[in-house]
C-alpha cells in the first residue's frame, strides 16, 4: 500500500562535506562545494560522515545556498535531518487526520509561551485545548535499527520543555510530547540514555504526572515526496 505523501520538495541530490558549525555545512552540488544550512542542533554524527550522499534544497537569500534537508538511508530512502520540513510533514499531517493520537485537533497557536519556555503548539482538540512540545527523533538504535530516538546529545533546553509539560499536567492541563522519527524502517521510539540521561529520567516522571507521550515516522523519498512511514510508533520510556 502505497504510504500517505505529505509534502514534495524541490530536492537536489548533494555529497555532504563537513560541518562548519551548528547551523551550516559544506556541501558538494554539481561539482562545486557550497554552503548550506542546518537546522538540526543535533549532533548527528552516524549522518555526517564527509562523502556521504545528501538531499538538499536551494534557498534564496542569506549566507547559505541550500538547506540540507535528508541523507540517504536505507532502501534509498532519505533520513529527514531538517526541522522545519518536520514540523511541515507533521502538520500536513494533522490537517489530513493522519494523526490518531490528535484525531479531530487543529493547531489553535504555535509557540506558545509557558513559564521560562515557548512551547510549539497549542491544539484545540474536542475535549479540551493540548499543550505540545515536538521533538526531533533522528538518531536510530536497537538491534535491528528499528528505534528512533532523542537525543543524541544533552539538551538543558529538551529538559526545560519537559519540566514545563509535567507543570501543565500537574495543573490539571492536558500535555503532550511527541517524537518526529524521521527516518524509514523504525518501528518504536525511545530516549537515548547516554545522550541525555536526565531527559531519560524525566521523560519517565513525565508519564506518570499524566503527560502524553506519541511519536510517528515519516522519510524523505528520492523523487522529493514526505511520506508518512508510520502514524503511531510504540514508545518506550
Known amino acids: 500500500m502505497a504510504k ?11 555529497t555532504f562535506l563537513k560541518r562548519l558549525n551548528r ?11 557550497r554552503k548550506a544550512l542546518v537546522t538540526n542542533t543535533g549532533r548527528l554524527e552516524e549522518f555526517m ?7 538538499c534544497v536551494p534557498k534564496e537569500g542569506g549566507k547559505t545556498d541550500f538547506v540540507l534537508v535528508a541523507f540517504e538511508d536505507e532502501e534509498g530512502k532519505g533520513a529527514v535531518i531538517d526541522t522545519r520540513t518536520q514540523a511541515r510533514a507533521f502538520e500536513r499531517a494533522l490537517e489530513l487526520g493522519l494523526v490518531p493520537w490528535l484525531r479531530d485537533c487543529s493547531i489553535k497557536k504555535k509557540e506558545i509561551k509557558v513559564g521560562s519556555s515557548r512551547l510549539d503548539y497549542l491544539f484545540e482538540c474536542p475535549g479540551g485545548d ?18 528512533a530516538m532523542y537525543p543524541d546529545c544533552p539538551s538543558t533546553r529538551g529538559q526545560r520543555h519537559i519540566r514545563e509539560l509535567i507543570e501543565l499536567s500537574k495543573a490539571g492541563k492536558r500535555a503532550m510530547i511527541f517524537f518526529i522519527g524521521a527516518m524509514p524502517g523504525v518501528e518504536k521510539f525511545r530516549p537515548y540514555e547516554k545522550g541525555d540521561p536526565e531527559i531519560a529520567r524525566l521523560l519517565k516522571g513525565a508519564r506518570k504526572a499524566g503527560v502524553e507521550i506519541h511519536a510517528l515516522s515519516i522519510s524523505l523519498l528520492p523523487d522529493g515526496k514526505i511520506v508518512l512511514e508510520r502514524p503511531e510508533l510504540e514508545v518506550e520510556v
Open 130 to 147: 493540548v499543550y505540545a512540545e515536538m521533538k526531533s527523533a533522528v538518531l536510530r538504535g536497537g538491534e535491528k535499527g528499528e528505534y
Open 49 to 55: 560522515i564527509p562523502g556521504r550522499k545528501a538531499f
Open 23 to 33: 547551523f551550516v555545512a559544506l556541501v558538494e552540488v554539481n561539482g562545486e562545494t
Open 4 to 14: 500517505p505523501v505529505l509534502l514534495t520538495l524541490n530536492v537536489v541530490p548533494c
